[in-house]
């Protein structure tokens, strides 16, 4: 069998979309994923759906106080396994994978195998800590060296690598795994000739919603961060460009926003959005109920579809153009005429479109049975996504909410009616969806047809946030309400400013007694 090939890949540290593009890319195709237990799992949704996801927490051996792993061996035996499989593997590492990852063991275990591999550079904590705090690791004029070193180690060590005099006369220091030596670390710099005021820093949680930074003094920092309970993992920063946190440390100056929805993060804000989904998508078990709707529907196409060779000949026969009765009839394109099964379908949100169209397409159909029947989209964002099946909405009220397609309906249905006796509407809808555009709906006098396209569940494993780290939360739907309220078993904190994404929400915080501002 040919053997696979192994991607280290460096996934950076929060968020997660910190991962570089071409490491997004090879992630996507992998057939085993093994990751670290640090990781912010999130990333690993971006896995195809049949990978194997092995976390190095579930093997044997147990972790370090750092958070990677005592049994070398066993990830090692792991990636050698998969790969002699013949499976495409990527060991997915936090930061940077050359950068005290314990990169060396792995690559040579690979390569007494003869296993090919490869590897994808990441952005590590210490680029990332400055980055997020405000702090340069080099600056003309005050830092013009830089040493990346490990805290983990005992300064006292006597067979140790680091080199604390040659470490201490550098401009900038960063030290990785230092939470835990903090104490020890600033007495041996000082020790070692760095002057006791050295501006110094310790960033906790970088780029996360638990993100702590505490600035001090090298004689002081210890002190200061035990006080304040920073917990790690930690970078621990020492040099005259710690100043600069003051004047240059945008994330704390900048209001936090916990976005619960699942649509794109919102960069170009005022705000930092924290994005983690209360909700997530899932496929049924069952698609028999959509698919017998879709069947219609290309049924219908069909069976009244005419021979359009044979209907070009017959209209032109006598070489004149085509009556103003002809080119109006009904549904008529090209030789093609027929009546739908159904009027309109409305789509509620891009996923509605997704699942709709993915069944469609299974079924050995395309977008051409849906000729003849118009389609509406509750907003941008899933009239967006019906533009990728090449399917421009004819509706998408500018209220992007229920209601707004309930008022646009009032006229579509009052002018379909001057000309037929019914309108038929089918509506792809999650399992918990509301029920008030479809009894709207049917109250203008339509004929509506309710169909389950997809889940909307739980996530598992959601984090326990301190909620008062953030100016504001936005809920995008009652089922974010429900879940919020189902997990954390709380109001949210009465400093923070609550926003509903539409009424129906908006009435299920109340349903609470979230106060929305």
């Given at each position: 069998?040919?053997?696979?090939?192994?991607?280290?890949?460096?996934?950076?540290?929060?968020?997660?979309?910190?991962?570089?593009?071409?490491g997004f890319n090879?992630?996507?195709?992998?057939?085993?994923?093994?990751?670290?237990?640090?990781?912010?799992?999130?990333?690993?949704?971006?896995?195809?759906?049949?990978?194997?996801?092995?976390?190095?927490?579930e093997l044997p051996g147990g972790r370090y106080s750092d958070g990677s792993s005592k049994n070398q061996k066993a990830i090692n035996d792991v990636l050698i396994k998969k790969a002699s499989e013949g499976k495409?593997?990527?060991?997915?590492k936090n930061g940077d994978p050359s950068i005290f990852g314990r990169l060396c063991e792995e690559l040579s275990a690979l390569k007494d195998e003869g296993i090919n591999f490869a590897v994808i550079p990441g952005v590590t904590a210490a680029s990332a800590a400055a980055a997020f705090s405000?702090?340069?690791?080099?600056?003309?004029?005050?830092?013009?060296?830089?040493?990346?070193?490990?805290g983990h180690e005992s300064p006292g060590?006597?067979?140790?690598?680091?080199?604390?005099?040659?470490?201490?006369?550098?401009?900038?220091?960063?030290?990785?795994?230092?939470?835990?030596?903090?104490?020890?670390?600033?007495?041996?710099?000082?020790?070692?000739?760095?002057?006791?005021?050295?501006?110094?820093?310790?960033?906790?949680?970088?780029?996360?919603?638990?993100?702590?930074?505490?600035?001090?003094?090298?004689?002081?920092?210890?002190?200061?961060?035990?006080?304040?309970?920073?917990?790690?993992?930690?970078?621990?920063v020492v040099g005259e460009v710690v100043k600069k946190e003051k004047e240059f440390n945008?994330?704390?100056?900048?209001?936090?926003?916990?976005?619960?929805?699942i649509s794109d993060e919102r960069y170009f804000e005022e705000k930092l959005y924290f994005h983690i989904p209360l909700i997530e998508i899932k496929p049924l078990d069952?698609?028999?109920?959509?698919?017998?709707?879709?069947?219609?529907?290309?049924?219908?196409?069909?069976?009244?579809?005419?021979n359009p060779i044979k209907s070009y000949t017959t209209m032109y026969k006598?070489?004149?153009e085509p009556s103003a009765s002809n080119s109006q009839s009904q549904n008529t394109s090209n030789g093609v005429n027929y009546k739908p099964f159904f009027d309109w379908l409305v789509f509620t949100s891009r996923f509605g479109v997704y699942y709709f169209f993915d069944r469609l397409l299974k079924s050995g159909s395309d977008a051409r049975s849906l000729n003849g029947i118009k389609i509406a989209a509750i907003g941008s964002s899933t009239a967006n996504k019906l533009k990728e099946y090449g399917i421009i909405a004819d509706l998408v009220p500018k209220n992007e909410c229920s209601e707004g397609l309930l008022e646009e309906f009032k006229n579509v249905i009052r002018s379909t009616f001057k000309v037929q006796s019914s309108i038929k509407i089918l509506l792809p809808r999650s399992d918990i969806a509301d029920k008030g555009l479809s009894d709207g709906l049917r109250e203008l006098g339509a004929e509506v047809f309710s169909c389950v396209a997809y889940r909307n569940v739980m996530p598992k494993d959601l984090p326990d946030i301190d909620f008062s780290f953030f100016d504001e939360i936005i809920f995008s739907s009652p089922s974010c309400v429900g879940n919020f309220i189902k997990r954390y078993g709380c109001l949210p904190p009465g400093k923070v400013k609550i926003k509903s994404i539409g009424p129906v929400t908006k009435k299920e915080c109340e349903k609470y007694g979230i106060s929305v501002k």
């Amino acid at each position: 069998m040919k053997k696979g090939k192994v991607f280290f890949i460096g996934a950076g540290p929060y968020p997660p979309d910190l991962i570089t593009v071409r490491g997004f890319n090879i992630l996507k195709q992998a057939d085993v994923i093994v990751y670290d237990y640090l990781l912010d799992k999130n990333i690993l949704g971006f896995a195809k759906k049949d990978a194997l996801l092995i976390s190095t927490d579930e093997l044997p051996g147990g972790r370090y106080s750092d958070g990677s792993s005592k049994n070398q061996k066993a990830i090692n035996d792991v990636l050698i396994k998969k790969a002699s499989e013949g499976k495409s593997v990527v060991r997915l590492k936090n930061g940077d994978p050359s950068i005290f990852g314990r990169l060396c063991e792995e690559l040579s275990a690979l390569k007494d195998e003869g296993i090919n591999f490869a590897v994808i550079p990441g952005v590590t904590a210490a680029s990332a800590a400055a980055a997020f705090s405000g702090i340069p690791l080099t600056a003309r004029g005050i830092s013009s060296a830089l040493v990346l070193t490990t805290g983990h180690e005992s300064p006292g060590k006597k067979d140790g690598y680091v080199n604390w005099k040659n470490v201490a006369v550098l401009d900038t220091i960063s030290l990785y795994m230092s939470h835990e030596n903090l104490f020890a670390l600033s007495n041996i710099l000082i020790d070692c000739g760095k002057p006791p005021s050295t501006p110094s820093a310790v960033i906790s949680r970088v780029g996360s919603y638990e993100q702590k930074i505490v600035t001090g003094t090298l004689r002081d920092i210890a002190k200061k961060a035990r006080k304040n309970n920073l917990e790690s993992p930690a970078i621990f920063v020492v040099g005259e460009v710690v100043k600069k946190e003051k004047e240059f440390n945008w994330f704390k100056k900048t209001k936090k926003s916990l976005f619960t929805g699942i649509s794109d993060e919102r960069y170009f804000e005022e705000k930092l959005y924290f994005h983690i989904p209360l909700i997530e998508i899932k496929p049924l078990d069952d698609y028999a109920e959509l698919d017998n709707w879709i069947k219609k529907i290309s049924n219908s196409h069909k069976r009244t579809t005419i021979n359009p060779i044979k209907s070009y000949t017959t209209m032109y026969k006598d070489k004149k153009e085509p009556s103003a009765s002809n080119s109006q009839s009904q549904n008529t394109s090209n030789g093609v005429n027929y009546k739908p099964f159904f009027d309109w379908l409305v789509f509620t949100s891009r996923f509605g479109v997704y699942y709709f169209f993915d069944r469609l397409l299974k079924s050995g159909s395309d977008a051409r049975s849906l000729n003849g029947i118009k389609i509406a989209a509750i907003g941008s964002s899933t009239a967006n996504k019906l533009k990728e099946y090449g399917i421009i909405a004819d509706l998408v009220p500018k209220n992007e909410c229920s209601e707004g397609l309930l008022e646009e309906f009032k006229n579509v249905i009052r002018s379909t009616f001057k000309v037929q006796s019914s309108i038929k509407i089918l509506l792809p809808r999650s399992d918990i969806a509301d029920k008030g555009l479809s009894d709207g709906l049917r109250e203008l006098g339509a004929e509506v047809f309710s169909c389950v396209a997809y889940r909307n569940v739980m996530p598992k494993d959601l984090p326990d946030i301190d909620f008062s780290f953030f100016d504001e939360i936005i809920f995008s739907s009652p089922s974010c309400v429900g879940n919020f309220i189902k997990r954390y078993g709380c109001l949210p904190p009465g400093k923070v400013k609550i926003k509903s994404i539409g009424p129906v929400t908006k009435k299920e915080c109340e349903k609470y007694g979230i106060s929305v501002k």
